[in-house]
């Protein structure tokens, strides 16, 4: 275990990670312009609104971004944040490398630092709650050392999010926190069902919260092959050497996070949370956050979505339903005409007309590598 730092004042670092291919919201979100740049819900983009919640807990200077090399300079110029604070990745390797190498940044510069994970890509509408949560979190990393986690309380039987099962109190000078039994894949339909009537399972909502130092402790320990392949990092951390970064990300393994470290160390606790989550991550998660479906629905809806009392939704474009119901519809530059069918998404992008039924919209990443291996892959 760490040793406690035990200060008044936690400095908090907030790391944005922004590197994901965002297939499954194909044919919105492409190589070229990734779902964090999209408006999808509250007018805003993406990652205009997670820049907005990092501001509420951390100091302009203290905020990072971790993205592809092919979106670096559109990061820069939405971000407005300095080009050392935008750590660019040379290819590929999930969150556990982009995380430690963050890490390694971060304690360099400041070495009793916190660090507040977050996704670009989800929506959060209540950052009031969020940044209160992020500061009991990192209270509990600075003075236990420990790794926390975003527990949020489900409000449906969801089997396309990780479960986390909440243990017992963790301390008493953390009320807020529990220790974490074990992760859980997504579960089947009854697994999620039962979850959900159990009470102790907690949506992985992917939000961590952790010391730099701890963080890259557990790393040495339960993750040898990626503490080998910061090695170059760590010889001049604070330094622009792109081929110390190249070196690093040509050895490391490509994990998340959740496996090469949540799920092994015994030092993880959670925070359980009641604010509305989604990770965006599927057209069927948005129309689930929008309410399609449901009548006069009272979910946080984006600023420009039009919903009718058949339970549609539009949220881009021009759309006629007819005898219609439970459809999600982004539309282009034309008319999308809808005449007697329910519960699909359509995507109009003027290159691609995506139709699918929104409970198969998770699979859209399927047509994404039929596009690939077929070399089209100037539509993905």
Not at 354 to 380: F, Y
Request: a positive charge; one cysteine or more.
């Amino acid at each position: 275990m760490a040793k406690k730092m035990n200060r008044s004042a936690v400095s908090v670092h907030a790391v944005i990670l922004a590197g994901g291919a965002g297939e499954r919201f194909w044919p919105a979100s492409r190589r070229e312009r990734p779902k964090p740049f999209l408006r999808v819900v509250g007018g805003k983009t993406l990652l205009e609104a997670t820049l907005q919640r990092a501001r509420a807990f951390a100091e302009a200077d203290q905020i990072w971004i971790v993205c592809g090399h092919e979106h670096a300079r559109a990061m820069r110029a939405e971000s407005g944040l300095r080009p050392s604070r935008i750590l660019v990745e040379p290819q590929r390797r999930n969150t556990a490398m982009a995380v430690s190498w963050a890490a390694e940044r971060i304690s360099a510069e400041d070495p009793d630092a916190v660090m507040a994970v977050l996704s670009a890509d989800h929506h959060i509408p209540d950052r009031k709650a969020f940044a209160l949560a992020i500061k009991d979190a990192a209270r509990a990393a600075a003075d236990e050392g420990v790794l926390v986690t975003l527990g949020v309380r489900p409000s449906r039987p969801e089997t396309g999010y990780g479960y986390i099962h909440q243990g017992s109190p963790a301390s008493s000078d953390h009320p807020r926190m529990h220790r974490v039994r074990r992760f859980v894949e997504k579960p089947d339909s009854a697994r999620a069902i039962r979850f959900v009537q159990l009470g102790d399972y907690l949506w992985n909502a992917g939000v961590f919260v952790w010391s730099a130092r701890s963080l890259l402790e557990e790393v040495e320990r339960y993750a040898a092959p990626l503490h080998r392949a910061l090695a170059p990092l760590r010889k001049n951390p604070r330094g622009r050497n792109q081929p110390a970064v190249e070196a690093a990300y040509r050895r490391a393994p490509s994990l998340p996070i959740d496996v090469a470290v949540m799920e092994k160390s015994d030092r993880v606790w959670t925070i359980p949370v009641d604010f509305a989550w989604s990770d965006v991550g599927t057209w069927l998660s948005l129309a689930e956050e929008l309410g399609v479906g449901v009548s006069g629905s009272s979910r946080q809806s984006s600023g420009h979505a039009r919903r009718d009392a058949q339970g549609n939704c539009f949220l881009e474009g021009d759309v006629l339903a007819e005898e219609s119901a439970g459809n999600l519809v982004w539309g282009g530059g034309r008319l999308v005409a809808l005449l007697g069918v329910d519960d699909l998404a359509v995507v109009d992008t003027d290159d691609v007309i995506l139709i699918t039924k929104l409970e198969r919209s998770p699979d859209v990443r399927r047509l994404v590598a039929a596009l690939k291996s077929k070399g089209r892959e100037n539509l993905t």
